[in-house]
Each structure stands twice: as structure tokens, then as C-alpha cells.
């Protein structure tokens, strides 16, 4: 039996008859990644000890008989901004290097009172900010299912974690897309909730309005799952919601016949065929499903990518000023003054596009140009939002591919950021709505090696289980592999 | 320089001066207004931090309820509209003391707008507008002296960082440095009486920033203003603007034009010194505050604080004026503090004497406390033992003379007062009989002065008094004295 290839149902079932302990399947993980991660490059560090002994713990608590938690003896991967106690916590950033943190997250402490393994930390883009996980300050991370390309970003570790199956299934963090769009380039299940569902207690921020902790894993079993265990309220984050949490994994089972899914026709406009076929094929398996598929029209969607670039700089730039060497994080060597040590902290400590985005966010906040930028967005983030409600008049879901384009080759659009920022243009109008999105396989390219296509559901604020039900129908019609 | 010559006052008196304050008010809530950790003051630094007020990446705020309660009661007492919702914003800069690098402040959706408090200008009561009312984090502290390294280094004690501050901003209304003077005196009596802070100047609990401005004496058109900082009492206070606003006039006496810029005070120098001009002013690119949701004060929780607030130091003046019958002066002075207000009203009650009560603490009490170097707060004296010694007064068991001495006495030892006219046989002398022996012997003494007395010269009844008083060490009750020499002396 592979032990890197299960779902976590069939974990619980083998733990269940000791057919394995969890401390085999910890270690079958880290003897895969030892192996494979080489060539991805999905960790930055690794928590053997704390995921052998949580091990442990799981393994004498089946032997006195008690009954599997929701998590329980399950490995997971954490992406690299979220805090884990006791372990590095760099975001990929030379700024916080060499940073141990004092604390747990919220959804990284609520999967391991669920039993789950942490396995180790995984790559990302710089705090978060990037498409392809090239802004990593210490190495890219490789997409699993061609090694030149890149795994989108900007919890790409994590997205190849799962796809090379260095983890069953991960955390990540999604502002702009960073969930869905990586899920969609390496052929996994990745899922951000709505605003507020899951807490942010401990992800490091980029942008607050629109950060989000989600899941990633290779079945929607999975995802909904885990997302079960991290939703909810935490008093420790003022913007999480009291909206009562349902049982996912059995949500998800509801048929969907008759379910009305919309397509807007806005995500269409200019798509390549290799994108194209592959959703127009997802779309026809629903209409067999028995849903009522609808063309739909998002109009301001074409403000979408200005908007949120305007919005999470802004807060970006306000977020990481406390990365100012005063307290902790890298501080630069020689200098004199105050001044200087800012200066040069900040300058040796943030990456170049940690940079960009801080001076972009500076400058759209500063006095006369605030009205001009900072509030027109929010302006037109609230038309985005109201595209939205009027459309889930009709509709029940909305269906569009998740990004316009499959994995790019590594470099090819680092020294074009607006072409990066482009790479989000599926996915940013819903973070900025608030509502939730999941990116499932949906076919593949005819490139050699094939290239996985996503597909985005998108769905009424804190409607996560109809995403996963209308996700688990299409999953459950015909499998991932091909649409 | 020309602004160390003294101003002719006619020239002065050719402008009016514009001030408005800032008055940051340091709560006194038991945690700090975004996490749990003690607002305790003079611990050792860094003592009272985490993951919130240290600013650690990924940490949340999470509102305190007590801050916006003390606030909302505040904005209240000072007559504001408390707005149903209002929003925390981020004000952006760097110090090394201003751990996230922003402070949560509000800007333009505050707590609380257009109050006002009442100030006693001189002649007639004003009313100086309160602009708004606002919550805010403090920030920590910068220690550059004091320390053997302090040439090249500067410590940081976050202790203070996140303790809730209320910021109230009034309209530029004030006229003169006395008016301001007056002004804050007023608001501190207030925020003391609702028991929000405990306004000490020193331990930085109540700070004060002014604007100032002059303008042509009856000019609509308001003039160039500087923001004076570092008023860190309120003598300084006074003697800031003062100067300030002599500045301007000799600026722009000269034919120059008032330059929009921070000025600091200098104690040492008294003087205020231009520290930041405008073109090098801050921008504190403020947005809303995207980890707090907007703050909402419903209004059953508005009523709720109004049901809180005490009567206030203008009703109670009011009252002691007339209820107990006193003078506006000394119904003032003893409204102008919670402390003072308390001690006299349970000395009141308890000797069922005010007038007298008001004379002792206002008088007598005041004079010895200050000489103890102590305040009300912490007098020796209790009001209860107070009213006692009030009670031995009124029912003519001692004189005033001897209960200054007992009061005094009480001070030092703590004994109340009967125990001490027992201990030491200090009892004022009413009983007749005693009295009319003394006056009988002081009177064969002295024949001739008590002929002049029958003869018509009354006025030596005076000296008698006091000789009979000499004679019993002060203990006779010289009301009683007075009646029994009138009978004696009379012509038989």
C-alpha cells in the first residue's frame, strides 16, 4: 500500500483496522520527501518531532480504543505564513529568516486538536505576494507535473506538497487567488471560504480585507474536511463570523440535480482554447448532472485586477511596517542612526516585490492621492461585491475557469509584474466580494507533459457546503483526471 | 531676539488669541483597549506585553468593552453625540516605540462629536465646543537617558503600548492662556469625577497639545496656527501659550507671516522652539482599520454609561450653594475635585453641620495638610473623625482655639478626638458654677477696671473675657464667660 496516496477516509479506515500506525504514515511521508522534494522544492522546513509525537499520541489513543478525531494520525503541510510554535515561521522572506514563533495560528492549533501531523512548512511567494512561487527569498518551488514550470503561488509549496504527494493534504493562504490559482496549476482541490469563516489568528498579514486560511487537498473529501475542522469562530479575530458551521463531508453528498449554476461571460472573453475546451467540457458534465447552466453577465469584473491591486497594497504597505528590525526579524549590520536602520533593514530584509507592492500601497494612501485611489477601489470593490448578490438572484453557483492560463515556465513573467498580476484576474473578484471559491481539476492541456486545467466554483457568502456538494458531483461523474 | 521683549500691552491688547487643545486622557481600564495584558503603571519595562502589543506578526486586536465604556461616558459628560457606529482607523509612521508600526486611532467616523463643557471666564460662564471625542492606543516609551549606553543606544519599554486613550479635541474657542488654563482644569474635574482616569500629569496620564493663533481683536478670519507640544503640566501650560501667542504678535508685529509648523515647549528655556514645519509634516496615510469591525454603540448600552455618570461638579456646586448655604467661592473649591467633594459631603452628613464642615476642611484641615505635605486623599484626618470633632464643637465641649490644637493633634496620633480632650482634661469649662467662681475671683482682683465697666465703659467687658480665659487655660466657654461677667459686673 502507498501511504502517501490516501484520502483521509481511507487513512482513518486503515488506522482503524491497523493495517498502519500513524507513525508509519509520518514517516512514509518523510521518507517521500527526503526523496522527491529535491526536484520540487515544495518545503522550507521540516517538523519531524512534532509530527512523531503527535504521532504518537494518535497511535495510543486508537490502541485504547477511542475514537479517531476528525484529523486524527492525517499529515498536512503548512504553508509558511501561518505560526507554528516553537518552528520557523519565515514567510520566505530573509526578514524573517530566522524567525521562531511563539505562538500557534488558529487553524494550525485546531488541526492538531484534530489529530493532524505537521509535517513541515512549505514555500510561498514573499508574505504572501506573488502567482508563482518565484518570490520565494530562498529557492522557487517546481510544479509537480513538470518540473520546468512553475506551481502558481502563492502557497505554490503547498499546492505541490499535495500534487506530489509530499502531504495528503495542506494549508494554505488565499488573498487574490493564492489558493485557487496554484490548485488549478498543479492538479489539486484548493478552497478559500468566505471572509470571516476561518480565522486569522496567526497568518502572517498581507492584506486583511482579503486574507484568507484555506485548504488544499486531492479530493474534495478532503478539502471539505479539513475545512470543517479550521471554520468557525475565534474570539481571537474580530472579523471571524459566529455563522454556525455544517457538517461538511455529509453537506457535500446532497444531489445537485436541478442546481442552477451560472456562467459569466466576462471569464470568457479572450480564453485560450487549451483552457476553453477543457471548462466548456466541465460545464456539459453538470448539464448531464442535471443542473440548469445560464449564461450570466459580472460587469465590472474588468476593474477586478486594478481594484485589488490598489486595495491589498494598500494594506500591505501598513501591515509589514512592523518588519522594521526594532523588535525582531533581520536587522541590518552598519548602520548609523535610526533612520539608516530602517532604511537599510527594510531594504536588504524585503524582496523586490515585497518592495513594489509597499511603495504602490504607500503611494495610494498618501494625502491627495487617497480619494483618487485608496476609496475609488473601495468603491468599485462594493460594484464587485453587488455584481455578486445580483447574480446569486438567479444562480446558485458560479462557475469559470480558476486561471487563463496553465503553469507558466519558470522566469517567463518574473520581469513582467503586470503580467503576473494578470495571472489572478479569474480569482481576485471573489476575494474581493467576500464570498467563497473552490478550484477543482478540470481536465488537462495537450502540452508533453499535460498540464493540469482548474475549474472555480464560486457561491453565496458562507454557501461553502453548496461548492463542495456541486464540487463533489462533478468529482464524483468522472474523477479529475480527465474532464 | 525681539520676542524676549516684553510686549507693550497696548499692542497686545490689539489681538485676540485662538487656542484650541488636545487633551489625551489615559483610561483606567485593568487590561489594555486590544489585548489582556495589565495597564498597571511603573512595573519594570517590558513587563506587561505580547503577541498583540508587541505588534508579533499575525497577532489580531481584539476591542476591550471597559474602554469603550469609559470613553462613551466621557463623551457623554462632556455633552457629546455618541455616533451609533463609528470606525477605527490606522495611522501610519514609524518610531521605534509604535511596535506595528501604526497606531489604531479613529479619524473620520469618531466615538463621539459636538460637545461642550462650561469654563467660568472671569466675569460669565462660556461654553468652549468639543470638536469629538475619539478611542486610540497609546504607544510604548523611549528611554534615551538614564542608562549607561544611553550615548549610543536608546531602550524601548512597551508597557504602555496599547493602553486606551481617549483624545478630546476642542474648537479653537479659547481666548487666553487663562481660558485654556481654565478649560482643562474643568475638563480634568470632570473626567476625575466619572472615574475614567486618574489624570496625572506626571505619569503621562493626561497630555496636552494646543493650537495657537492670533488674529486682529474683532477679525472673523482665523490666523495662521502653530501646534505646541509638550505641555506636560499645567503651569507650563499657561506659560506655553502665553508665550507663544506674544510671539506671533511680535512676528507679525514686524511684518512677518506666522509659519504653519510644531513647536516645542522648552521648560528650561521657557520658550517654545519650532520643531517640524509643515512641509516636512507627517502623512499618516489613515485608512480604515481592516482587522476591527466597525465599532457599534447601541443605544441601550449608551443609557446604559449615562445611568453611570455622577453628578458632575457644576450641579454639585450648585447644590453645596445652595443647599448648604455656602459661599459660590467655597462651594467651588470644594466641588473642584471628587475627593474633596466626598470628604466634605460625608463630614456634612455626619456632623449635620456644612457650614461649619466647609470652614474646617477649606480652612484648618487644608492648612494643616498642606503643611504635612499630604492631600484629602490621603489625609490622616477622616471625615467621619472630622465630623466628630465638629459634633465637640457645636455642643460647646470645646472651644475653636482648643479644636484647632486637637485637630492637629489627631493628625499626628491618629486618636479621635474625644479620646484626646479625655486623655488630656482639655474639656471646654460650661458648667456654670465653675465659671461664675473664676469670674467672681477675677473681678475682687481687679476693682478698678470693673468700676470703669459700671461706670458706663463697656468695652473693657473684652479684656475681662480674656483674663478669665487665661485663667482656665482657654477652657472656658467664652460664650458662657461673656454671660456670667454681664450678671457680676452688673451695678447692684
Same mark, same amino acid.
Given at each position: 500500500?502507498?501511504?502517501?496516496?490516501?484520502?483521509?477516509?481511507?487513512?482513518?479506515?486503515?488506522?482503524?483496522?491497523?493495517?498502519?500506525?500513524?507513525?508509519?504514515?509520518?514517516?512514509?511521508?518523510?521518507?517521500?520527501?527526503?526523496?522527491?522534494?529535491?526536484?520540487?522544492?515544495?518545503?522550507?522546513?521540516?517538523?519531524?518531532?512534532?509530527?512523531?509525537?503527535?504521532?504518537?499520541?494518535?497511535?495510543?489513543?486508537?490502541? *485504547?480504543?477511542?475514537?479517531?478525531?476528525?484529523?486524527?494520525?492525517?499529515?498536512?503541510?503548512?504553508?509558511?505564513?501561518?505560526?507554528?510554535?516553537? /518552528?520557523?515561521?519565515?514567510?520566505?522572506?530573509?526578514?524573517?529568516?530566522?524567525?521562531?514563533?511563539?505562538?500557534?495560528?488558529? $487553524?494550525?492549533?485546531?488541526?492538531?486538536?484534530?489529530?493532524?501531523?505537521?509535517?513541515?512548512?512549505?514555500?510561498?511567494?514573499?508574505?504572501?505576494?506573488?502567482?508563482?512561487?518565484?518570490?520565494?527569498?530562498?529557492?522557487?518551488?517546481?510544479?509537480?507535473?513538470?518540473?520546468?514550470?512553475?506551481?502558481?503561488?502563492?502557497?505554490?509549496?503547498?499546492?505541490?506538497?499535495?500534487?506530489?504527494?509530499?502531504?495528503?493534504?495542506?494549508?494554505?493562504?488565499?488573498?487574490?487567488?493564492?489558493?485557487?490559482?496554484?490548485?488549478?496549476?498543479?492538479?489539486?482541490?484548493?478552497?478559500?471560504?468566505?471572509?470571516?469563516?476561518?480565522?486569522?489568528?496567526?497568518?502572517?498579514?498581507?492584506?486583511?480585507?482579503?486574507?484568507?486560511?484555506?485548504? +488544499?487537498?486531492?479530493?474534495?473529501?478532503?478539502?471539505?474536511?479539513?475545512?470543517?475542522?479550521?471554520?468557525?469562530?475565534?474570539?481571537?479575530?474580530?472579523?471571524?463570523?459566529?455563522?454556525?458551521?455544517?457538517?461538511?463531508?455529509?453537506?457535500?453528498?446532497?444531489?445537485? *440535480?436541478?442546481?442552477?449554476?451560472?456562467?459569466?461571460?466576462?471569464? +470568457?472573453?479572450?480564453?485560450?482554447?487549451?483552457?476553453?475546451?477543457?471548462?466548456?467540457?466541465?460545464?456539459?458534465? +453538470?448539464?448531464?448532472?442535471?443542473? $440548469?447552466?445560464?449564461?450570466?453577465?459580472?460587469?465590472?469584473?474588468?476593474?477586478?485586477?486594478?481594484?485589488?491591486?490598489?486595495?491589498?497594497? $494598500?494594506?500591505?504597505?501598513?501591515? /509589514?511596517?512592523?518588519?522594521?528590525?526594532?523588535?525582531?526579524?533581520?536587522?541590518?549590520?552598519?548602520?548609523?542612526?535610526?533612520?539608516?536602520?530602517?532604511?537599510?533593514?527594510?531594504?536588504?530584509?524585503?524582496?523586490?516585490?515585497?518592495?513594489?507592492?509597499?511603495?504602490?500601497?504607500?503611494?495610494?494612501?498618501?494625502?491627495?492621492?487617497?480619494?483618487?485611489?485608496?476609496?475609488?477601489?473601495?468603491?468599485?470593490?462594493?460594484?464587485?461585491?453587488?455584481?455578486?448578490?445580483?447574480?446569486?438572484?438567479?444562480?446558485?453557483?458560479?462557475?469559470?475557469?480558476?486561471?487563463?492560463?496553465?503553469? +507558466?515556465?519558470?522566469?517567463?513573467?518574473?520581469?513582467?509584474? /503586470?503580467?503576473?498580476?494578470?495571472?489572478?484576474?479569474?480569482?481576485?473578484?471573489?476575494?474581493?466580494?467576500?464570498?467563497?471559491?473552490?478550484?477543482?481539476?478540470?481536465?488537462?492541456?495537450?502540452?508533453?507533459?499535460?498540464?493540469?486545467?482548474?475549474?472555480?466554483?464560486?457561491?453565496?457568502?458562507?454557501?461553502?457546503?453548496? /461548492?463542495?456538494?456541486?464540487?463533489?458531483?462533478?468529482?464524483?461523474?468522472?474523477?479529475?483526471?480527465? $474532464? | 531676539?525681539?520676542?524676549?521683549?516684553?510686549?507693550?500691552?497696548?499692542?497686545?491688547?490689539?489681538?485676540?488669541?485662538?487656542?484650541? #487643545?488636545?487633551?489625551?486622557?489615559?483610561?483606567?481600564?485593568?487590561?489594555?483597549?486590544?489585548?489582556?495584558?495589565?495597564?498597571?503603571?511603573?512595573?519594570?519595562?517590558?513587563?506587561? !506585553?505580547?503577541?498583540?502589543?508587541?505588534?508579533?506578526?499575525?497577532?489580531?486586536?481584539?476591542?476591550?468593552?471597559?474602554?469603550?465604556?469609559?470613553?462613551?461616558?466621557?463623551?457623554?459628560?462632556?455633552?457629546?453625540?455618541?455616533?451609533?457606529?463609528?470606525?477605527?482607523?490606522?495611522?501610519?509612521?514609524?518610531?521605534?516605540?509604535?511596535?506595528?508600526?501604526?497606531?489604531?486611532?479613529?479619524?473620520?467616523?469618531?466615538?463621539?462629536?459636538?460637545?461642550?463643557?462650561?469654563?467660568?471666564?472671569?466675569?460669565?460662564?462660556?461654553?468652549?465646543?468639543?470638536?469629538?471625542?475619539?478611542?486610540?492606543?497609546?504607544?510604548?516609551?523611549?528611554?534615551?537617558?538614564?542608562?549607561?549606553?544611553?550615548?549610543?543606544?536608546?531602550?524601548?519599554?512597551?508597557?504602555?503600548?496599547?493602553?486606551? #486613550?481617549?483624545?478630546?479635541?476642542?474648537?479653537?474657542? #479659547?481666548?487666553?492662556?487663562?481660558?485654556?488654563?481654565?478649560?482643562?482644569?474643568?475638563?480634568?474635574?470632570?473626567?476625575?469625577?466619572?472615574?475614567?482616569?486618574?489624570?496625572?500629569?506626571?505619569?503621562?496620564?493626561?497630555?496636552?497639545?494646543?493650537?495657537?493663533?492670533?488674529?486682529?481683536?474683532?477679525?472673523?478670519?482665523?490666523?495662521?496656527?502653530?501646534? !505646541?507640544?509638550?505641555?506636560?503640566?499645567?503651569?507650563?501650560?499657561?506659560?506655553?501659550?502665553?508665550?507663544?501667542?506674544?510671539?506671533?504678535?511680535?512676528?507679525?508685529?514686524?511684518?512677518?507671516?506666522?509659519?504653519?509648523?510644531?513647536?516645542?515647549?522648552?521648560?528650561?528655556?521657557?520658550?517654545?522652539?519650532?520643531?517640524?514645519?509643515?512641509?516636512?509634516?507627517?502623512?499618516?496615510?489613515?485608512?480604515?482599520?481592516?482587522?476591527?469591525?466597525?465599532?457599534?454603540?447601541?443605544?441601550?448600552?449608551?443609557?446604559?454609561?449615562?445611568?453611570?455618570?455622577?453628578?458632575?461638579?457644576?450641579?454639585?456646586?450648585?447644590?453645596?450653594?445652595?443647599?448648604?448655604?455656602?459661599?459660590?467661592?467655597?462651594?467651588?473649591?470644594?466641588?473642584?475635585?471628587?475627593?474633596?467633594?466626598?470628604?466634605?459631603?460625608?463630614?456634612?452628613?455626619?456632623?449635620?453641620?456644612?457650614?461649619?464642615?466647609?470652614?474646617?476642611?477649606?480652612?484648618?484641615?487644608?492648612?494643616?495638610?498642606?503643611?504635612?505635605?499630604?492631600?484629602?486623599?490621603?489625609?490622616?484626618?477622616?471625615?467621619?473623625?472630622?465630623?466628630?470633632?465638629?459634633?465637640?464643637?457645636?455642643?460647646?465641649?470645646?472651644?475653636?482655639?482648643?479644636?484647632?490644637?486637637?485637630?492637629?493633634?489627631?493628625?499626628?496620633?491618629?486618636?479621635?478626638?474625644?479620646?484626646?480632650?479625655?486623655?488630656?482634661?482639655?474639656?471646654?469649662?460650661?458648667?456654670?458654677?465653675?465659671?461664675?467662681?473664676?469670674?467672681?475671683? !477675677?473681678?475682687?482682683?481687679?476693682?478698678?477696671?470693673?468700676?470703669?465697666?459700671?461706670?458706663?465703659?463697656?468695652?473693657?467687658?473684652?479684656?475681662? !473675657?480674656?483674663?478669665?480665659?487665661?485663667?482656665?487655660?482657654?477652657?472656658?466657654?467664652?460664650?458662657?464667660?461673656?454671660?456670667?461677667?454681664?450678671?457680676? #459686673?452688673?451695678?447692684?
Amino acid at each position: 500500500m502507498d501511504l502517501c496516496a490516501l484520502t483521509i477516509s481511507e487513512i482513518h479506515s486503515g488506522l482503524g483496522r491497523k493495517q498502519f500506525s500513524a507513525e508509519e504514515l509520518a514517516r512514509a511521508h518523510f521518507e517521500r520527501i527526503e526523496r522527491e522534494d529535491s526536484a520540487v522544492r515544495a518545503y522550507l522546513s521540516l517538523s519531524p518531532e512534532r509530527a512523531l509525537a503527535q504521532a504518537k499520541k494518535v497511535d495510543a489513543a486508537i490502541a *485504547r480504543g477511542e475514537p479517531l478525531a476528525p484529523l486524527a494520525g492525517v499529515p498536512i503541510a503548512v504553508k509558511d505564513v501561518l505560526l507554528t510554535r516553537g /518552528l520557523p515561521t519565515t514567510c520566505a522572506s530573509k526578514m524573517l529568516a530566522h524567525f521562531i514563533a511563539p505562538y500557534d495560528a488558529t $487553524a494550525v492549533e485546531r488541526v492538531e486538536a484534530a489529530g493532524a501531523l505537521v509535517l513541515g512548512k512549505t514555500n510561498c511567494d514573499e508574505f504572501a505576494m506573488g502567482s508563482s512561487t518565484e518570490n520565494s527569498a530562498f529557492a522557487p518551488t517546481r510544479n509537480p507535473s513538470d518540473l520546468t514550470r512553475v506551481p502558481g503561488g502563492s502557497s505554490g509549496g503547498s499546492a505541490a506538497a499535495v500534487a506530489a504527494r509530499l502531504a495528503p493534504i495542506a494549508l494554505g493562504s488565499d488573498t487574490g487567488g493564492s489558493i485557487r490559482q496554484p490548485a488549478a496549476l498543479c492538479g489539486v482541490v484548493g478552497m478559500m471560504g468566505t471572509y470571516g469563516r476561518v480565522s486569522r489568528y496567526g497568518l502572517v498579514a498581507f492584506a486583511s480585507s482579503l486574507d484568507h486560511v484555506g485548504p +488544499f487537498g486531492r479530493s474534495v473529501g478532503d478539502v471539505a474536511r479539513l475545512l470543517g475542522v479550521i471554520a468557525g469562530r475565534d474570539p481571537k479575530d474580530s472579523t471571524s463570523a459566529g455563522v454556525p458551521v455544517p457538517d461538511y463531508p455529509a453537506a457535500m453528498e446532497a444531489d445537485v *440535480r436541478g442546481l442552477k449554476i451560472g456562467v459569466p461571460k466576462e471569464y +470568457f472573453n479572450g480564453l485560450s482554447a487549451a483552457i476553453g475546451d477543457n471548462i466548456e467540457r466541465g460545464i456539459d458534465r +453538470f448539464r448531464k448532472l442535471g443542473c $440548469a447552466v445560464k449564461p450570466i453577465s459580472l460587469p465590472h469584473t474588468d476593474f477586478a485586477i486594478a481594484c485589488y491591486y490598489i486595495i491589498c497594497t $494598500a494594506e500591505a504597505s501598513s501591515n /509589514l511596517a512592523r518588519y522594521d528590525g526594532v523588535r525582531f526579524g533581520y536587522r541590518a549590520p552598519g548602520f548609523s542612526g535610526l533612520r539608516e536602520m530602517y532604511q537599510k533593514t527594510r531594504d536588504g530584509g524585503f524582496g523586490p516585490e515585497v518592495k513594489r507592492r509597499i511603495m504602490l500601497g504607500t503611494y495610494v494612501l498618501s494625502s491627495g492621492y487617497y480619494d483618487a485611489y485608496y476609496l475609488k477601489a473601495q468603491r468599485v470593490r462594493t460594484l464587485i461585491a453587488r455584481d455578486f448578490l445580483e447574480a446569486f438572484d438567479d444562480v446558485d453557483v458560479i462557475l469559470t475557469p480558476t486561471s487563463p492560463i496553465p503553469a +507558466f515556465k519558470l522566469g517567463e513573467r518574473m520581469d513582467d509584474p /503586470l503580467q503576473m498580476y494578470l495571472a489572478d484576474i479569474y480569482t481576485v473578484t471573489a476575494s474581493l466580494a467576500g464570498i467563497p471559491g473552490i478550484s477543482i481539476p478540470c481536465g488537462s492541456t495537450r502540452d508533453n507533459p499535460p498540464l493540469p486545467v482548474g475549474m472555480q466554483l464560486l457561491a453565496r457568502h458562507f454557501d461553502e457546503a453548496r /461548492l463542495l456538494q456541486a464540487a463533489r458531483a462533478f468529482e464524483r461523474a468522472g474523477g479529475f483526471e480527465a $474532464a | 531676539m525681539a520676542q524676549e521683549t516684553q510686549l507693550a500691552p497696548e499692542v497686545r491688547s490689539r489681538y485676540e488669541a485662538v487656542i484650541g #487643545l488636545e487633551v489625551h486622557v489615559q483610561l483606567l481600564t485593568r487590561s489594555k483597549i486590544f489585548c489582556s495584558c495589565s495597564t498597571r503603571f511603573g512595573d519594570p519595562p517590558n513587563s506587561h !506585553v505580547c503577541a498583540v502589543c508587541l505588534g508579533l506578526p499575525g497577532a489580531l486586536p481584539v476591542l476591550n468593552r471597559e474602554a469603550v465604556s469609559m470613553a462613551v461616558k466621557a463623551a457623554l459628560a462632556l455633552n457629546c453625540a455618541v455616533n451609533p457606529q463609528s470606525r477605527f482607523a490606522r495611522k501610519n509612521y514609524f518610531y521605534p516605540d509604535l511596535p506595528k508600526g501604526y497606531q489604531i486611532s479613529q479619524y473620520d467616523e469618531p466615538l463621539a462629536e459636538h460637545g461642550w463643557l462650561e469654563i467660568d471666564s472671569g466675569e460669565q460662564m462660556r461654553r468652549i465646543h468639543i470638536t469629538r471625542v475619539h478611542l486610540e492606543e497609546d504607544a510604548g516609551k523611549s528611554l534615551h537617558e538614564g542608562f549607561a549606553d544611553s550615548e549610543e543606544k536608546s531602550y524601548i519599554d512597551l508597557n504602555r503600548a496599547g493602553v486606551p #486613550l481617549i483624545e478630546i479635541v476642542s474648537e479653537p474657542d #479659547l481666548r487666553s492662556p487663562e481660558e485654556a488654563y481654565e478649560y482643562l482644569t474643568q475638563l480634568k474635574t470632570v473626567i476625575l469625577y466619572l472615574g475614567v482616569s486618574d489624570c496625572n500629569m506626571e505619569e503621562g496620564s493626561l497630555r496636552v497639545d494646543a493650537n495657537v493663533s492670533v488674529r486682529p481683536s474683532g477679525a472673523e478670519k482665523l490666523g495662521t496656527k502653530t501646534e !505646541v507640544k509638550n505641555l506636560n503640566s499645567f503651569r507650563y501650560l499657561q506659560k506655553a501659550l502665553a508665550y507663544e501667542v506674544e510671539r506671533q504678535i511680535v512676528v507679525l508685529e514686524a511684518g512677518g507671516g506666522i509659519e504653519q509648523e510644531t513647536r516645542l515647549w522648552d521648560s528650561r528655556a521657557q520658550k517654545t522652539l519650532g520643531m517640524r514645519s509643515k512641509e516636512f509634516a507627517h502623512d499618516y496615510r489613515y485608512f480604515p482599520e481592516p482587522d476591527l469591525l466597525p465599532l457599534a454603540v447601541p443605544e441601550v448600552w449608551r443609557e446604559e454609561v449615562r445611568r453611570t455618570i455622577p453628578e458632575l461638579p457644576r450641579a454639585k456646586e450648585a447644590r453645596f450653594e445652595s443647599e448648604c448655604a455656602l459661599p459660590k467661592q467655597d462651594a467651588k473649591l470644594l466641588a473642584a475635585s471628587p475627593a474633596t467633594a466626598n470628604f466634605f459631603e460625608a463630614a456634612a452628613k455626619l456632623s449635620g453641620e456644612p457650614k461649619s464642615s466647609a470652614n474646617w476642611i477649606l480652612n484648618d484641615l487644608a492648612f494643616l495638610l498642606q503643611e504635612m505635605g499630604k492631600s484629602l486623599e490621603d489625609s490622616p484626618v477622616s471625615a467621619d473623625q472630622l465630623a466628630e470633632l465638629i459634633v465637640l464643637y457645636r455642643d460647646g465641649k470645646i472651644s475653636s482655639k482648643i479644636g484647632k490644637e486637637i485637630l492637629r493633634t489627631m493628625a499626628r496620633t491618629g486618636k479621635r478626638a474625644a479620646d484626646i480632650i479625655a486623655e488630656q482634661g482639655i474639656e471646654q469649662i460650661s458648667d456654670s458654677g465653675k465659671i461664675v467662681a473664676v469670674v467672681r475671683d !477675677v473681678i475682687t482682683a481687679n476693682p478698678r477696671q470693673a468700676e470703669q465697666f459700671r461706670s458706663g465703659k463697656t468695652a473693657t467687658l473684652g479684656w475681662f !473675657v480674656g483674663q478669665v480665659m487665661k485663667a482656665t487655660n482657654g477652657q472656658a466657654n467664652p460664650q458662657k464667660v461673656r454671660e456670667v461677667l454681664e450678671k457680676e #459686673l452688673a451695678p447692684r
